[in-house]
């Protein structure tokens, strides 16, 4: 069974507003549309969604030129539909473009949760639904019992974490793959992404995000800074080996101290 394919792209890079409130969070919004940003990712848990609203009517694009997505947050469950208007009238808008469950509970909970969810897109509440932070197992088990295949599940999915086998299961179902918290998941400091960063004349975060993209992977990366914002947009110019990307594949868990390049 394939996947319901999404009605857009999903950029290579995303702005997340994880651990943003109130006034930050729209200047971060509204600065990041105006550097290029496409794609504003908030979620109900973190507590920002009326400021990241405030921010993209204040950069004033046109509301079909920006993705908007948002989480639900698994421990509200009941209360789908509540939640997902409360969310559209904080963020100003009529629909999402794309709501994902922010995590899953057991077989039955995330399945009562995902059958409204599937409601919510046929109403034309949201144009794409999806998960995050699922097994490859839960989406199977998700899929086999409504019918219905997410469009994307959000996990961290940075060299720490590599999963080939999960991007092998999603891309058999059409499943997107977008990776959350590439920085905060990962060490800044290895000395490997710190090498290769050198030797690409960037820094480690765009060596992080462009590994990311090599693996056909979009990414949700939160940056405040201007500066920072601008360049975490470049790596679509940056290039990594397939030698760098190999070496990157191999930095996880129990080896991530120990790779080198």
């Not at 973190?46 to 421990?75: C, H, M, Q």
């Not at 800074?225 to 594949?249: G, I, Q, T």
Request: charged share 25%.
């Amino acid at each position: 069974m394939s996947g319901d394919a999404l009605p857009f792209a999903l950029p290579p890079v995303s702005l997340g507003t994880w651990q943003m409130w109130g006034p930050e969070a729209s200047r971060g919004v509204h600065e990041a549309i105006g550097v290029g940003y496409r794609c504003i990712d908030t979620a109900t848990g973190y507590g920002n969604e009326e400021a990241v609203g405030a921010g993209i009517r204040a950069s004033g694009i046109d509301r079909g030129e920006v993705l908007i997505v948002t989480k639900f947050p698994e421990e509200d469950a009941g209360s789908e539909r509540e939640t997902l208007l409360r969310s559209l009238d904080l963020l100003g808008v009529e629909y999402l473009d794309l709501w994902l469950i922010h995590a899953p509970l057991d077989a039955d909970g995330s399945l009562a949760m995902w059958e409204r969810f599937v409601e919510a897109r046929e109403e034309g509440l949201v144009r794409a639904i999806g998960v995050s932070n699922f097994t490859p197992a839960q989406v199977d088990e998700l899929i086999a019992r409504s019918g219905v295949v997410p469009a994307v599940n959000q996990v961290a999915f940075g060299p720490r974490y590599y999963d080939p086998a999960l991007l092998g299961h999603h891309d058999a179902h059409g499943i997107g793959v977008q990776g959350h918290s590439p920085f905060s998941e990962n060490d800044l400091h290895h000395p490997l992404l710190r090498a290769i960063a050198e030797r690409h004349g960037c820094n480690v975060h765009q060596v992080l995000l462009r590994w990311h993209i090599e693996h056909g992977v979009s990414t949700v990366a939160k940056s405040v800074s201007r500066a920072r914002l601008k360049a975490n947009l470049r790596v679509v110019e940056l290039s990594l080996d397939p030698d760098e990307v190999a070496a990157m594949d191999r930095v996880g868990n129990d080896e991530w101290s120990k790779e080198t390049l």
